[in-house]
């Protein structure tokens, strides 16, 4: 059968306006006093006028949709048979044929992904947020139904409430009978006469929502949160989707995060490192002592345990690693470089020589090249 819909360039589904609409923007370009001798449009203006001859006038459009070609010889069915209708014919039911009975008009609504920035400190130990999101809700109006208040759906005229509909065509086998979804209730079996004029008969309007949630300690950038029967309304009222939260953690000017354990560095003087010293430093659980042996070499790794990120679903923390810096002064004056010319003697360093050694950068080293690039 020809495609009368694709021809006008409408849906199916179109209004006798929008089809009428469609003929005469179509017919204005066709017509040969416009397109003069254009080849080919004198042939594409006798299938337009065809195809509103027959989706214009309500009986030959019913008659249409449920297989018969009213403009074909004798206004009989389609002569036109291909080998996927002759499959769907002998194996519809088993190779994914037309559906038995009316598809339901309710399905189930989208998930829906929510980013959700947090602190660090906030994914270290887990925090309560509330969250909008922008989804489809159930019409406060029909409440799913589709419909207008007071009225319902209706049984589908061409089907008979089936969904689908039966067409006889001809083949090198005979008349044969297929299966298609009817095109006047897209398989649903009724109709909405009268759709619900706020939701515009979907069943569901958008609405912004606040959502409560508990964020478990341990998250990181990537992590997602599942919402279960939080996202959208599926069509006419249909179970909702879920919401997905994906958490995306800012960067900490203090700290690194490797895993569960934190990096940080602590620059102390010369002076401190050598003779050995106590110092506070602040942390995400507040201030911290830091104990400093004489002797502490620059680069030396301190490990503070459990002041890290919590372990995810499982409890307990990781570690806060403290990166010993050491400033080496430059004197200010002469009695500070006299000072330290003393120390040089007490030391033997008068002269000192230059060693050699295997390069090591550390760990925090390794990290730190790698945030910057090099």
């Known amino acids: 059968m020809t495609d009368y819909y694709e021809i006008l360039g409408v849906p199916r589904d179109a209004t006798p306006e ?3 609409k469609a003929y005469r923007r179509l ?3 066709l017509h040969p006093d416009v397109s003069g001798t254009e080849p080919g449009t004198e042939d594409r203006f006798k299938d337009v006028s065809r195809a509103y001859d027959v989706l214009g006038n309500p009986e030959k459009r019913r008659a249409y949709d ?3 070609d009213p403009s074909s010889p004798g206004g009989g069915m389609g002569g036109g048979f291909g080998f996927q209708d002759i499959f769907e014919t002998f194996f519809g039911a088993a190779g994914g044929g037309a559906p038995r009975g009316p598809v339901p008009r309710a399905r189930r609504g989208q998930d829906a992904l929510v980013r959700l920035d947090l602190d660090l400190a906030e994914a270290a130990f887990g925090v309560h947020r509330e969250v909008q999101v922008d989804t489809a809700v159930l019409c406060p109006t029909c409440g799913g139904t589709c419909c207008r208040p007071g009225t319902s759906p209706r049984t589908c005229e061409v089907c008979g409430g089936r969904g689908s509909v039966q067409r006889v065509a001809r083949s ?16 649903f079996g009724t109709v909405i006469p009268e759709p619900c004029t706020e939701c515009a008969g979907e069943g569901r309007v958008r609405s912004r929502r606040t959502l409560s949630v508990d964020v478990p300690a341990g998250v990181d950038t990537g992590t997602r949160i599942k919402m279960t029967g939080q996202g959208e309304v599926g069509p006419a009222g249909g ?4 919401v997905y939260l994906e958490v995306r953690e800012r960067k900490h000017e203090t700290f690194v995060r490797r895993g569960d354990d934190l990096h940080a560095t602590l620059q102390v003087p010369m002076t401190a490192a050598a003779l050995g010293t106590v110092v506070t430093m602040e942390t995400l659980d507040g201030p911290q002592e830091v104990d400093l042996r004489p002797g502490t070499q620059p680069g030396q790794i301190l490990t503070l345990r459990g002041l890290g990120v919590g372990h995810l679903h499982v409890g307990g923390r990781g570690d806060l690693h403290v990166h010993v810096e050491v400033q080496v002064p430059s004197p200010a004056d002469d009695e500070q470089a006299d000072l330290l010319r ?12 230059a060693r050699l050694a295997a390069a090591n950068p550390g760990m925090f080293a390794k990290l730190r090249d790698k945030l910057s690039g090099r």
């Open 172 to 187: 090198f086998l005979g008349q044969v009978m297929t299966t298609q979804p009817c095109a006047a209730c897209h398989g």
């Open 18 to 20: 929008q089809i009428k």
């Open 239 to 242: 179970p909702p989707g879920d």
């Open 66 to 68: 449920m297989g018969a």
């Open 342 to 353: 003393r120390l040089a003697v007490l030391r033997g360093e008068e002269r000192p020589e």
């Open 27 to 29: 017919a204005r370009e």
